[in-house]
């Protein structure tokens, strides 16, 4: 009875939804750039890729269902947990690390379209080269995490006396700090538009209308600490495959950033 349990009904209705409003804004955002506005950015480019990430996200869902998602972890077959940690390892690369800093630097690209002061430039400039430094940092931790790299999902590698693995609590850590930093920078690239956005020559309706959709970037805060909260109890988490709440909410919170970043963009509509 307990190998028949499955949480995965619940786990596809929490992220198929905001997968598929996901898609359907980058789309939108696509359609308004080269058909309404006829002008294509960077920012637009690197959203795409990280609606691309997104679906690779999303692939990996669907791999991990047919084995092992919503599944306890005491009824999964060993052969299936080694498929289930490689869809963990290439999640957290692809969509946890990359798409969620991806969305950030697009925004940063979206508001140097708006900033003329120097200071403003500088300091989006330097979010992006802190983005992509650690995004490479971030890889290295979760590739490397292991070596050989093969024993992060194939445990019986660990028992050997030539493998090393940092301890659960260092991964946990450090996923912290990714979380945080993820959080800081919600925060710092929601807040910091205000001003821009007051003193632009619009009407002060249009003016509120978009400070209050750039404010939607603080939902995705909210949902990082909800993900920080699952990450804090996982290394007690024995049955970690029944929920995946790590990764189920970090998905939501990935999907709900790339919906807010593209709300600015759609105001032709």
């Not at 969620?100 to 630097?105: E, F, S, W």
């Not at 802190?130 to 490479?136: P, V």
């Amino acid at each position: 009875a307990r190998a028949a349990e499955s949480t995965l009904p619940f786990i596809m209705r929490m992220i198929i939804p905001f997968f598929v409003l996901a898609f359907i804004a980058v789309s939108l955002r696509t359609y308004v750039r080269l058909m309404v506005v006829k002008v294509i950015g960077i920012d637009d480019y690197i959203m795409l890729a990280a609606m691309a990430c997104s679906c690779v996200a999303m692939a990996i869902f669907s791999w991990q269902s047919e084995h092992s998602l919503g599944r306890h972890t005491n009824t999964i077959s060993p052969a299936h947990m080694i498929i289930h940690r490689k869809g963990n390892l290439i999640y957290s690369t692809v969509g946890a690390v990359l798409g969620l800093h991806l969305v950030k630097i697009s925004i940063c690209f979206l508001l140097m379209r708006f900033v003329n002061g120097k200071a403003y430039k500088i300091t989006l400039w330097s979010i992006v080269g802190f983005l992509i430094a650690f995004t490479i940092a971030c890889w290295g931790t979760l590739i490397f995490w292991c070596l050989p790299v093969k024993a992060f999902w194939d445990f019986s590698l660990r028992r050997l006396p030539t493998t090393h693995c940092y301890p659960q609590v260092h991964f946990t850590n450090n996923s912290l700090m990714n979380t945080s930093f993820n959080m800081f920078t919600d925060v710092l690239l929601a807040a910091l538009p205000v001003h821009v956005i007051w003193n632009l020559q619009i009407n002060r309706r249009q003016k509120i209308s978009l400070i209050g959709v750039l404010s939607l970037g603080y939902a995705a805060v909210g949902l990082g600490v909800v993900k920080a909260i699952k990450q804090v109890g996982l290394p007690k988490d024995r049955d970690a495959t029944w929920t995946q709440g790590v990764q189920m909410w970090g998905y939501v919170q990935l999907n709900v950033s790339i919906i807010a970043s593209c709300m600015p963009a759609l105001h032709p509509l």
